[in-house]
């Protein structure tokens, strides 16, 4: 089931804002969900997204979430 931005936007900008020049990839949301104690909704939809895309900020990665269906109105 897909999630609210501001559950994804948590892990996000903590990426963003402990490494300003971050290029996370799929992965790396992903080791941040299962290291803390992320939904299962949020692990779900950055697992959806393709892997080895870079994203340069929160907007490409919303973006991302967006075009594969999960971000939840």
């Known amino acids: 089931m897909a999630a609210k931005w501001e559950a994804y936007a948590e892990v996000v900008e903590h990426i963003f ?32 997204l393709r892997e080895g895309v870079m994203y340069k900020n929160a907007d490409e990665v919303k973006a991302a979430l967006v075009a594969v269906g999960q971000i939840a109105d």
Request: proline share 6%; with cysteine.
């Open 17 to 48: 804002r402990v490494a300003p020049q971050a290029t996370p990839t799929r992965s790396d949301f992903l080791d941040i969900c299962n290291a803390n104690e992320i939904s299962d909704d949020v692990i779900d939809g950055f697992d959806a």
